[in-house]
């Protein structure tokens, strides 16, 4: 079964530094997404991505967060000047359509990004 | 804005016992998802709900969609430990608002003991 794949598993960062958050969407889907879930809370929307632009994000997802498919198979999150509340698990999600009814999301396994 | 509320957070319960956990949706949706999450792990696809009066059953699972009262349930039958885990509820947005999101329930904590 085709896979969502995220690389680092787990990310240990100083607060202010830089991280970029890989992942590799299933290779026929079109529509990218990164979703942050803090430790015991839920799952929240950061962005999602088509067409190799932003087409929606949430007020999470401000300035110090970019997103790029640099090249036709990988889509990062960078997270310029990280800080303690940006401690969370990050997943990415990949689907095939959007507005049709028989399409599904599907997740990778998520990186733990811890800044100390 | 579209909020998704799940009840109960937490749940305790015996094998061999049933429940019920609830999600409620504050604006019109016709897709809805239940997803399980292992500790540390990712989201497990449960189930997809398309249509109003959509019921999916999958062992001892089963998830059905009102969306009159914008309300979805996931029933669990003669629990078992293993399905000890988080589930959660989360609401599709593209078909009705246009925006390429899910937006998910706080989660509930399934502990089934022995």
């Known amino acids: 079964e085709p896979e969502v794949t995220q690389t680092p598993s787990h990310q240990v960062t100083q607060m202010g530094q830089e991280v970029i958050l890989r992942c590799v969407p299933i290779?026929?889907?079109?529509?990218f997404y990164w979703y942050r879930q803090i430790l015991g809370q839920k799952v929240e929307f950061l962005v999602s991505?088509?067409?190799?632009?932003?087409?929606?994000k949430s007020e999470i997802f401000d300035d110090q967060f970019s997103v790029e498919r640099p090249d036709g198979s990988n889509f990062t999150l960078k997270i310029r000047s990280t800080k303690l509340e940006d401690s969370a698990m990050y997943f990415c999600?990949?689907?095939?359509?959007?507005?049709?009814?028989?399409?599904?999301?599907?997740f990778g396994s998520g990186t733990r990004l811890t800044v100390v | 804005e579209l909020k998704v509320e799940q009840n109960p957070l937490f749940l305790s319960m015996q094998e061999g016992k049933n429940y019920t956990i609830y999600c409620n949706y504050s604006?019109?949706?016709?897709?809805l998802y239940w997803y399980r999450q292992d500790p540390g792990k990712s989201l497990e696809s449960l189930f997809v709900?398309?249509?109003?009066?959509a019921v999916k059953q999958e062992g001892r699972l089963m998830a059905s969609l009102d969306t009159k009262a914008r309300l979805s349930t996931l029933h669990i039958t003669a629990a078992v430990h293993d399905l000890s885990a988080t589930y959660f509820c989360?609401?599709?947005?593209?078909?009705?608002?246009?925006?390429?999101?899910?937006?998910f329930g706080q989660g509930t904590r399934l502990t089934i003991n022995p």
């Open positions: 999600a990949s689907s095939e359509g959007f507005g049709q009814r028989d399409y599904g999301y599907t």
């Open positions: 290779s026929n889907h079109l529509y």
């Open positions: 604006t019109t949706s016709d897709r």
């Open positions: 991505f088509y067409n190799n632009e932003i087409s929606e």
């Open positions: 989360a609401v599709d947005t593209s078909l009705t608002q246009g925006a390429q999101k899910l937006v």
């Open positions: 709900l398309l249509s109003n009066g």
